[in-house]
């Protein structure tokens, strides 16, 4: 075996493999860490996974882990693992754009709470991940600093707002990745790049150090390209945290011993009436289908059930989106960090502010600051902001009725394949029908997963499923997902994505 | 002597206008923390080194509510007789400035912690009259302050002809609570005296609930004042204007006086009120035009959704309740019938900060007459000269009582006893150690003074022959001469007896 192969090997294998040869001295942390930064050297220029690659950051890390083991210290079940990070999260002294121009050059003073455990848990950091500008996206053409490419074909997108981490999980710059999730930015991502991505319960993880797009929305979650992968690095970032007072203090569930039992003997799953049918991409609804008679051969029984108030999520979700995103944005000034524009001498504090945000806020970002103060402003928030969170109440009432009846909801992660790099950008609101899926979760507050289910026929692309599960079970997600995925790999022999192209 | 006939412009206002006032009052309490971080508060740090991420507003950054902040909003609520909500939530209050870090300020907006209560404000005319007025209150709520602006290059520091500004976050996010009264009619020709007398007595309820320094020349209590003037014969309020930098009691009453006559001239000759802020002028007693406020701005509340709501327990505002302070309105009156004071001599204590003290020290032995006599006169002299606070001097209630206790038994006179003040405050130790150290007991043994009597005796034979000739009077220059002698040691009382002993003559 030369090094090359050796290096392929290293960055084609899962987080657990690399992590029980590291803890069985087969590997060091260093090596892995030295074959990943050599990966997204080799292939980041075609696919801009990275806004920043902290070469020397990550080996100072690597060899702390190395030289703890040699001492003797018995580590966790991810330590020296390579991870990405979203480019939304502040990390010490580390460039931290969160997409924008707005925060170019900005290295924040403070490390976010998912920094803090990913160190806790010995992970080595590689660098930050390229996202739709604050978030708001499904595609990453929203980035202040061009898109990422999708490794499946590099003429389309890799979904978004979280396009750079699924990319770098499925491009094997990187085993794991953490993303966020406000009306399905990681699993939109996941699905369209055949990996795997969950939205945690609302509260299960920190959002201390994220930089906020719709506060009520917003939630950290963890991308890999296994279920299990997935479950170690959800229950290394999950569990309480005082500095958040959304964050939930109740025991983290059991999501590494669900996935390992996947086992659906018995479950009940239900198929949302609403989230099938016109609107779908056929072979999106075809894969879809498999997927659930694969679940019934399984032992678990489908169900349709109806969730008649899914309907209005889309626009419950794009009038508070904007309302609360354009209150978060509204610190972004020129006055204390990021760009300041236009201070010439002659502008008085409002012209600076103002040209700060013109020149530094893309287009998207203008768009939603506009229609959320105009849904805020008087007059105007009973019928919009206020009426939003009444259907959003209804959404959550939908789920809660639901769940009654079954264990976990599935339905397909996106209404399409991954579209082609621009073909949606003049339309923002066929972008938004991206989303149509993954919204109702972030709106209820409970969990969701997308997984990939094979690939599309007529375009040879990736398709996820989403699972649904009720909040704080966030364990059934992986337990379902773990025994899907293991029924499909075993049919294909090998995991979807190593049928993704050589880069 | 009334008001009305020393401000002729002001009885001439009252007699076609009535007017309606209403107070916000801001209090920054004293909690060792921000409300929503853990950056301490304390006044007067260096610039921007009492900030973190969460009071700069930097991104990713979160607020975490100060739970005693919680309580002392609760406090001052029960004091002020308001229904403490059962649940309410923060608000964010979003508009554009650079001394508000997240360009917003979490707030309450519709919910607040505290509603519906009052104040009982006693109120004393131009003619000596108490007059009871219940001022009542919309609502107390939880905000934060913002941070300091620092205008460089003008002349006068305000923003005008500044040629940069500074801004100093060291005050924002300490904990500020508004306390808002529900519009005030009926005041009529005591409305400046009514809001003094509010905002005078609603400082002091709140210092005594030990939540706040409310020292105004600091910022720690603010208040604004809004006026209205009604024609007497309307049914409709008038346009109202906000005064703001109202920056003692006495401007508080000013302020108002000013602002009624200034509405009273520009609709007698016609003119219309703008709804505006302005601001009070310390100097000349006027308000000016600041800030045109044309329809409040719209701020675009909605519930803060980095926070959950506040659901107080009962039983703890229960406990709360039972253990507040005698209301301060109680005890003055009470205190001053216990000492038969005076309404002038009472509000001199409470006006120079020296009722705890007094109080303290009559707990601490002395006789009120006593406490008052040395907290009021040579304490204030020195805080004043000093300027400082009166109950910042190192010098506790106990060591005045002692003091008083030593001049009592004709160990001190008045002018040994300011030498141990001064000693005790120059730390020199406790009244007994100073006297010792400094050898400041008065001469009380006859044998040296009797001796020092001879002498002066001796040396002043005119002045004798005065005494002796009828004119006792004359004794103040051989007793004079014998303090001067004993240096000041001597008791000026017993000198004399002893020297009209020695020459025979009675008193």
Same mark, same amino acid.
């Given at each position: 075996?030369?090094?090359?192969?050796d290096?392929?090997?290293?960055?084609?294998?899962?987080?657990?493999?690399? +992590? =029980? @040869?590291?803890a $069985?001295?087969e590997?060091?942390a260093?090596?892995? /860490? #030295?074959?990943?930064?050599?990966?997204?050297?080799?292939?980041?220029?075609?696919?801009?996974?990275?806004?920043?690659?902290?070469?020397e950051g990550?080996r100072?890390q690597a060899?702390?882990?190395?030289?703890?083991?040699?001492?003797?210290?018995?580590?966790?079940p991810l330590?020296?693992?390579?991870?990405?990070?979203k480019?939304?999260?502040?990390?010490?002294?580390i460039?931290?754009?969160?997409?924008?121009r707005?925060?170019?050059?900005?290295?924040?003073?403070?490390?976010?709470?998912i920094v803090?455990?990913?160190?806790d848990?010995?992970?080595?950091?590689?660098?930050?991940?390229?996202?739709?500008?604050?978030?708001?996206?499904?595609s990453?053409?929203?980035s202040g600093?061009g898109?990422?490419?999708?490794?499946?074909?590099?003429?389309?997108?890799p979904g978004g707002?979280?396009g750079?981490? +699924? =990319? @770098?999980?499925? $491009?094997?710059e990187?085993?794991?990745?953490?993303? /966020? #999730?406000?009306g399905?930015?990681i699993?939109q991502?996941?699905?369209?790049?055949?990996?795997?991505?969950?939205?945690?319960?609302?509260?299960?993880?920190?959002?201390y150090?994220?930089i906020?797009?719709?506060?009520s929305?917003?939630?950290?979650g963890?991308c890999?390209?296994?279920?299990?992968?997935t479950a170690?690095?959800?229950a290394?970032?999950?569990g309480h945290?005082?500095?958040?007072?959304?964050?939930l203090?109740l025991?983290?569930?059991?999501?590494?011993?669900?996935a390992?039992r996947?086992?659906?003997?018995?479950?009940?799953?239900?198929?949302?009436?609403?989230?099938?049918g016109?609107?779908?991409q056929?072979?999106?609804?075809?894969?879809?289908?498999?997927?659930?008679?694969?679940?019934r051969?399984?032992?678990?029984?489908?169900?349709?059930v109806?969730c008649?108030?899914?309907?209005? +999520?889309? @626009?419950a979700?794009?009038?508070?989106l904007?309302?609360?995103?354009?209150?978060?944005?509204?610190?972004?000034?020129?006055m204390?960090?990021?760009?300041?524009?236009?201070?010439?001498?002659?502008?008085?504090?409002?012209?600076?502010m103002?040209?700060?945000r013109?020149?530094?806020?893309?287009?998207?970002?203008?768009?939603?600051i506009?229609?959320?103060?105009?849904?805020?402003s008087s007059?105007?928030?009973?019928?919009?902001?206020?009426?939003?969170q009444?259907?959003?109440?209804?959404?959550?009432?939908d789920?809660?009725?639901?769940f009654?009846?079954?264990?976990?909801?599935?339905?397909p992660?996106?209404?399409?394949t991954?579209?082609?790099?621009g073909?949606k950008?003049?339309?923002?609101?066929?972008?938004?029908?991206?989303?149509?899926?993954t919204?109702?979760v972030n709106?209820?507050?409970?969990?969701?997963?997308?997984?990939p289910i094979g690939?599309?026929p007529?375009d040879?692309?990736?398709v996820?499923?989403?699972?649904?599960?009720?909040?704080?079970?966030?364990?059934?997600?992986?337990n379902?997902?773990a025994?899907?995925?293991?029924?499909?790999?075993?049919?294909?022999?090998?995991?979807?994505?190593?049928?993704?192209?050589?880069? | 002597m009334?008001?009305?006939?020393?401000?002729p412009e002001?009885?001439?206002?009252l007699?076609?206008?009535?007017?309606?006032?209403?107070?916000?009052?801001?209090?920054?309490?004293?909690?060792?923390s921000k409300m929503f971080c853990?950056?301490?508060?304390?006044?007067?740090?260096a610039?921007?080194?009492?900030?973190?991420?969460?009071?700069?507003?930097?991104?990713?950054s979160l607020?975490?509510?100060?739970?005693?902040?919680?309580?002392?909003?609760?406090?001052?609520?029960?004091?002020?007789?308001?229904e403490?909500?059962?649940?309410?939530?923060?608000?964010?209050k979003?508009?554009?400035?650079?001394?508000?870090?997240?360009?917003?300020?979490?707030s309450?907006?519709d919910?607040?912690?505290c509603?519906?209560?009052y104040?009982?404000?006693?109120?004393?005319?131009?003619a000596?009259?108490?007059?009871?007025?219940r001022?009542?209150?919309?609502?107390?709520h939880?905000e934060?302050d913002t941070?300091?602006?620092l205008?460089?290059?003008g002349?006068?520091?305000?923003i005008?002809?500044?040629?940069?500004?500074?801004v100093?976050?060291?005050r924002a996010?300490?904990?500020l609570?508004?306390?808002?009264?529900?519009?005030?009619?009926?005041?009529g020709?005591?409305?400046?005296?009514?809001?003094?007398?509010?905002?005078?007595q609603?400082?002091e309820l709140?210092?005594?609930l030990?939540?706040?320094?409310?020292?105004?020349?600091q910022?720690?209590?603010r208040?604004?004042?809004n006026?209205?003037?009604?024609?007497?014969d309307?049914?409709?309020?008038?346009?109202?204007?906000?005064?703001k930098?109202?920056?003692?009691?006495?401007?508080?009453?000013r302020a108002i006086?000013?602002?009624?006559?200034?509405?009273?001239?520009?609709l007698?000759?016609?003119g219309?009120?703008?709804?505006?802020?302005?601001?009070?002028?310390?100097t000349?007693?006027?308000?000016?035009?600041?800030?045109?406020?044309s329809?409040?701005?719209d701020?675009?509340?909605?519930p803060?959704?980095?926070?959950?709501?506040i659901?107080?327990?009962?039983?703890?505002?229960?406990q709360?309740?039972?253990?507040?302070p005698?209301?301060?309105g109680?005890?003055?009156a009470?205190?001053?019938?216990?000492?038969?004071?005076t309404d002038?001599?009472m509000a001199?204590?409470?006006?120079?900060?020296?009722?705890?003290l007094?109080?303290?020290?009559v707990e601490?032995?002395?006789?009120?007459a006593t406490a008052?006599?040395?907290w009021?006169?040579?304490?204030?002299r020195?805080?004043?000269n000093d300027?400082?606070?009166?109950?910042t001097?190192?010098?506790?209630p106990?060591?005045?009582?002692?003091?008083?206790?030593?001049?009592?038994?004709?160990?001190?006179?008045?002018?040994?006893?300011?030498?141990?003040?001064?000693g005790?405050?120059?730390?020199?130790?406790?009244?007994?150690?100073?006297?010792a150290a400094?050898?400041?007991?008065?001469?009380?043994?006859?044998?040296?003074?009797?001796?020092?009597i001879?002498?002066?005796?001796?040396?002043n034979?005119?002045v004798v022959?005065?005494?002796?000739?009828?004119?006792?009077?004359?004794a103040?220059v051989i007793?004079?001469?014998?303090?001067?002698?004993?240096?000041g040691?001597?008791?000026?009382?017993?000198?004399?007896?002893?020297?009209?002993?020695?020459?025979?003559?009675?008193?």
């Open positions: 075996m030369n090094a090359t192969t290096s392929m090997h290293l960055t084609r294998r899962t987080a657990s493999e690399l +992590a =029980a @040869a590291m $069985a001295g590997v060091s260093r090596e892995v /860490t #030295d074959e990943h930064l050599a990966r997204i050297d080799s292939v980041d220029e075609q696919i801009h996974a990275f806004l920043h690659v902290d070469h990550a100072a060899d702390a882990v190395d030289a703890k083991r040699a001492a003797g210290q018995t580590l966790g330590a020296g693992v390579p991870v990405a990070l480019d939304v999260f502040t990390q010490k002294g460039p931290t754009t969160a997409g924008s707005i925060l170019e050059g900005w290295r924040p003073p403070y490390d976010s709470t803090t455990r990913l160190r848990a010995d992970c080595v950091i590689l660098g930050k991940t390229n996202m739709d500008e604050f978030a708001m996206g499904s990453t053409e929203h600093y898109p990422t490419r999708n490794p499946w074909d590099t003429d389309r997108i707002s979280g750079g981490s +699924a =990319a @770098a999980v499925a $491009a094997f990187a085993p794991l990745a953490i993303g /966020t #999730d406000t399905g930015s699993r991502p996941a699905s369209v790049t055949g990996t795997v991505g969950v939205k945690p319960t609302y509260g299960g993880v920190s959002r150090g994220l906020a797009l719709a506060s929305l917003d939630q950290a963890p890999a390209r296994t279920v299990l992968d170690y690095l959800h290394a970032l999950a945290d005082p500095k958040d007072s959304t964050s203090d025991a983290v569930p059991d999501v590494v011993g669900a390992k996947a086992d659906v003997r018995g479950l009940r799953i239900g198929l949302v009436k609403q989230l099938s016109e609107g779908y056929a072979g999106v609804s075809q894969r879809f289908d498999e997927a659930v008679q694969i679940l051969e399984l032992g678990a029984e489908p169900v349709e109806s008649p108030n899914f309907e209005y +999520a889309l @626009a979700y794009y009038l508070i904007p309302s609360e995103a354009s209150s978060n944005l509204a610190r972004f000034d020129g204390r960090f990021g760009i300041r524009v236009g201070d010439d001498g002659n502008a008085n504090v409002e012209e600076v103002s040209r700060t013109a020149a530094g806020f893309g287009d998207e970002v203008k768009r939603r506009m229609l959320g103060t105009y849904a805020l007059g105007y928030y009973d019928a919009y902001y206020g009426q939003a009444k259907v959003r109440t209804l959404i959550a009432r789920f809660d009725a639901a009654n009846e079954v264990d976990v909801l599935v339905s992660t996106a209404p399409t991954a579209f082609k790099i073909e950008l003049d339309d923002p609101l066929a972008m938004y029908l991206n989303d149509v899926a919204i109702p709106l209820a507050g409970n969990a969701a997963m997308s997984l690939l599309a007529e040879g692309l990736p996820g499923l989403q699972i649904m599960a009720p909040s704080m079970a966030d364990d059934r997600l992986y379902v997902g025994a899907l995925e293991a029924a499909l790999t075993d049919r294909w022999g090998h995991l979807l994505i190593e049928e993704a192209p050589a880069l | 009334s008001t009305a006939t020393v401000n002001f009885a001439l206002a007699e076609t206008y009535k007017p309606v006032l209403g107070f916000e009052v801001h209090v920054e309490l004293s909690t060792d853990g950056c301490p508060t304390d006044f007067g740090a610039p921007n080194t009492h900030v973190c991420p969460t009071c700069v507003g930097l991104p990713g607020p975490v509510v100060n739970e005693a902040a919680v309580e002392a909003t609760i406090k001052i609520g029960l004091a002020l007789n308001c403490i909500a059962s649940w309410c939530r923060f608000a964010r979003n508009y554009f400035y650079p001394d508000m870090p997240k360009d917003y300020q979490i309450q907006y919910e607040p912690l509603s519906n209560g104040l009982d404000v006693d109120v004393v005319d131009s000596g009259e108490h007059h009871t007025v001022v009542e209150i919309e609502r107390v939880m934060e941070g300091k602006l205008h460089t290059g002349d006068t520091g305000r005008q002809g500044a040629d940069y500004s500074l100093d976050y060291n996010g300490v904990p609570i508004e306390i808002v009264t529900k519009t005030i009619e009926g005041t020709d005591l409305a400046p005296e009514v809001g003094k007398a509010y905002v005078t609603l400082r709140v210092r005594s030990g939540v706040s320094d409310v020292r105004m020349e910022g720690s209590l208040c604004d004042a006026v209205s003037l009604m024609r007497k309307a049914t409709e309020w008038g346009t109202r204007t906000e005064t930098n109202v920056n003692s009691l006495r401007s508080v009453e006086r000013s602002e009624i006559i200034r509405q009273a001239s520009v007698d000759a016609g219309k009120i703008v709804q505006e802020t302005r601001h009070f002028q310390e000349t007693g006027d308000t000016t035009s600041g800030r045109e406020k329809d409040a701005e701020y675009r509340y909605f803060e959704p980095d926070l959950i709501p659901a107080a327990d009962p039983q703890w505002v229960e709360l309740r039972a253990e507040l005698e209301a301060p109680l005890r003055i009470r205190l001053q019938q216990e000492w038969a004071l002038f001599e001199s204590i409470v006006n120079s900060d020296a009722l705890d007094v109080v303290a020290t601490a032995g002395a006789d009120h008052r006599k040395w009021l006169g040579e304490l204030t020195i805080a004043n300027g400082v606070a009166l109950d001097l190192a010098i506790t106990a060591q005045v009582a002692r003091v008083g206790a030593l001049v009592d038994e004709g160990a001190l006179n008045d002018k040994l006893a300011r030498e141990v003040i001064e005790v405050l120059a730390g020199e130790g406790d009244p007994d150690e100073v006297v400094r050898g400041l007991a008065v001469v009380s043994d006859d044998g040296p003074l009797i001796a020092a001879d002498e002066a005796i001796e040396a034979p005119d022959a005065k005494i002796t000739g009828g004119k006792p009077q004359a103040g007793v004079g001469s014998v303090m001067k002698a004993t240096r040691q001597a008791d000026a009382a017993k000198v004399r007896t002893l020297l009209f002993t020695k020459l025979g003559v009675s008193e």
